[in-house]
Antibody, heavy 118, light 108 residues
Framework: EVQLVQSGAEVRKPGESLTISCKGSGYTFSNYWIGWVRQMPGKGLEWMGIFYPADSDTRYSPSFQGQVTISADTSIDTAYLQWKTLKASDTAIYYC???????????WGRGTLVTVSS | EIVLTQSPDTLSLSPGERATLSCRASQRIPSTYIAWYQHKVGQAPRLLIYGVFNRAAGIPDRFSGSGSGTDFTLTISRLEPEDFAVYYCQQYSSSPDTFGQGTKLEIK
């Protein structure tokens, strides 16, 4: 089965670091872009950025450039979203999703809830 | 950045009725780079439509997409109980890709 399986919910304090993960299965992970989408509480979807595992090409939305790091480990077919210094405003559900070569997302993970609170 | 504005914010209809959801872009979308997604609480978003009018695999034909330029529409011809959800449009013609704010389709 083609799927993206995301890591579980996380609770952190402001200023802490965090990495969440997304494991692809059922397809050749390194041959497809992988992206991240944020949904803040009560809000809509926001495109954060995408990463191409085969050559590490990375593209960020200007809103997220410098705020997060997207990466992947092709040996275990897993993508990551990393924060070095969390803020309360990072509280959200984060979805990983697979964009087609055109750009729309044809496969989504179930989301990871990140709560940042003192 | 292209801003997508969806309307209405909330649409209250009954099963069996027709739903028309709008997505307006702040600038012209070249070609057909618009997609629509259905999102239910606690679930992964699901691709419904890509390339303005192409249904994704497994999507019932009661879902259809149309439009061009700056105005795009998702139509659900006869609502089924499982169709009540939040719907998002996405443009992928210009980086960064952007989503609309969503339309909540609720049972009347």
């Amino acid at each position: 089965e083609v799927q993206l399986v995301q890591s579980g919910a996380e609770v952190r304090k402001p200023g802490e670091s965090l990495t969440i993960s997304c494991k692809g299965s059922g397809y050749t992970f390194s041959n497809y872009w992988i992206g991240w989408v944020r949904q803040m509480p009560g809000k809509g979807l926001e495109w954060m950025g995408i990463f191409y595992p085969a050559d590490s090409d990375t593209r960020y939305s200007p809103s997220f450039q410098g705020q997060v790091t997207i990466s992947a480990d092709t040996s275990i077919d897993t993508a990551y979203l990393q924060w070095k210094t969390l803020k309360a405003s990072d509280t959200a559900i984060y979805y990983c999703a697979r964009p087609t070569s055109w750009g729309y997302f044809d496969l989504w993970g179930r989301g990871t809830l990140v709560t940042v609170s003192s | 950045e292209i801003v997508l504005t969806q309307s209405p914010d909330t649409l209250s209809l009954s099963p069996g009725e027709r739903a028309t959801l709008s997505c307006r872009a702040s600038q012209r979308i070249p070609s057909t780079y618009i997609a629509w997604y259905q999102h239910k609480v606690g679930q992964a978003p699901r691709l419904l439509i890509y390339g303005v009018f192409n249904r994704a695999a497994g999507i019932p034909d009661r879902f259809s997409g149309s439009g061009s330029g700056t105005d795009f529409t998702l139509t659900i011809s006869r609502l089924e109980p499982e169709d009540f959800a939040v719907y998002y449009c996405q443009q992928y013609s210009s980086s960064p890709d952007t989503f609309g704010q969503g339309t909540k389709l609720e049972i009347k």
